[in-house]
């Protein structure tokens, strides 16, 4: 070990039996088999504290070389949710109406119901904004080199999802794209863009979902080889 690593500390993680460890795997995936997305807000306040642990849930994902290379905006202002909604709106009507998703991208939209009006921009609670930083910026202002960012930065975002899920609020990955709106609304640096906009609150009483199907085990797992049948 070079003399610039970081000291070893123990680690030691409550270890259940395998019966246990198989109870808890299969409780996990129930619950967050029951997680959709949800486009229909309540305006039900959420508590302050919420958002706070599900950030701090979001920033335990592991990252390359641990840079951590995410900014996670909250906003909760009204006014500046309502300029999100215009700007975002403006957006996906030129992507819906305006010729900038072909017809293949629009008929895979077709089943989920979407268009380019996106009111639950005001309706929920918080807006909360992922950014990746595609670089660091040391205190003299100089760069620092970030690896492997999308995947660092979508690993914090999966967290956050399953943290929101937990407390039994809801959230939609929103991409209006483009999203350099957000950039200048929200004042974020040029290191920084745009990565996923999360609506966060409790699901609207009447809220409806689209009735999908997700694939089972087999159509998306391989175990060893192609013709190798699991155990
Ligand atoms: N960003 C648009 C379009 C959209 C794209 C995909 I891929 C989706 O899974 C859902 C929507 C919108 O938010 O409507």
Same mark, same amino acid.
């Given at each position: 070990?070079t003399?610039?690593?970081?000291?070893?500390?123990?680690?030691?993680?409550?270890? /259940?039996?395998?019966?246990? @460890?198989?109870?808890?795997?299969?409780? =996990?995936?129930? *619950?967050?088999?029951? &997680?959709?997305?949800v486009?229909?807000?309540?305006?039900?306040?959420?508590?302050?504290?919420?958002?706070?642990?599900?950030?701090a849930?979001a920033?335990?994902?592991p990252s390359g070389?641990?840079?951590q290379?995410?900014?996670?905006?909250?906003?909760?202002?009204p006014?500046?949710?309502s300029?999100?909604?215009?700007?975002?709106?403006a957006?996906?009507?030129?992507?819906?109406?305006?010729?900038?998703?072909?017809?293949?991208?629009?008929?895979?939209l077709?089943?989920l119901?979407?268009d380019?009006?996106? /009111?639950?921009?005001?309706v @929920?609670p918080?807006?909360?904004?992922? =950014?990746?930083? *595609?670089?660091?910026? &040391?205190?003299?202002g100089?760069?620092?080199?970030?690896?492997?960012?999308s995947?660092?930065v979508?690993i914090?975002?999966?967290?956050f999802?399953t943290?929101?899920?937990?407390?039994?609020?809801?959230?939609?990955?929103?991409?209006?794209?483009?999203?350099?709106f957000?950039?200048?609304?929200?004042?974020?640096?040029?290191?920084?863009?745009?990565f996923?906009l999360?609506?966060?609150?409790?699901?609207?009483?009447?809220?409806?979902?689209?009735?999908?199907?997700?694939?089972?085990?087999?159509?998306?797992?391989?175990?060893?080889?192609p013709?190798?049948?699991p155990?």
């Open positions: 070990m003399d610039d690593a970081l000291p070893q500390v123990p680690y030691h993680p409550a270890c /259940p039996t395998d019966a246990e @460890a198989v109870a808890r795997a299969r409780a =996990f995936f129930e *619950r967050m088999d029951t &997680r959709r997305s486009r229909a807000f309540s305006d039900r306040p959420v508590p302050r504290a919420c958002i706070e642990h599900a950030l849930a920033g335990t994902a070389a641990h840079m290379p995410w900014t996670w905006v909250v906003v909760d202002d006014t500046l949710k300029q999100i909604r215009e700007a975002a709106e957006e996906e009507r030129q992507s819906y109406e305006g010729g900038r998703m072909n017809e293949e991208w629009l008929e895979a077709r089943p119901g979407t380019w009006r996106k /009111p639950f921009l005001e @929920a918080y807006l909360v904004v992922c =950014f990746e930083q *595609r670089w660091g910026v &040391r205190p003299d100089s760069r620092r080199k970030h690896y492997y960012v995947e660092s979508g914090s975002c999966g967290l999802i943290a929101i899920h937990e407390m039994g609020l809801a959230t939609l990955t929103h991409t209006p794209s483009p999203m350099r957000l950039s200048r609304l929200l004042g974020r640096p040029d290191n920084e863009r745009p996923i999360f609506p966060v609150g409790f699901p609207a009483d009447d809220a409806t979902v689209p009735a999908l199907t997700r694939k089972p085990l087999p159509d998306f797992v391989q175990w060893n080889r013709d190798d049948a155990a």
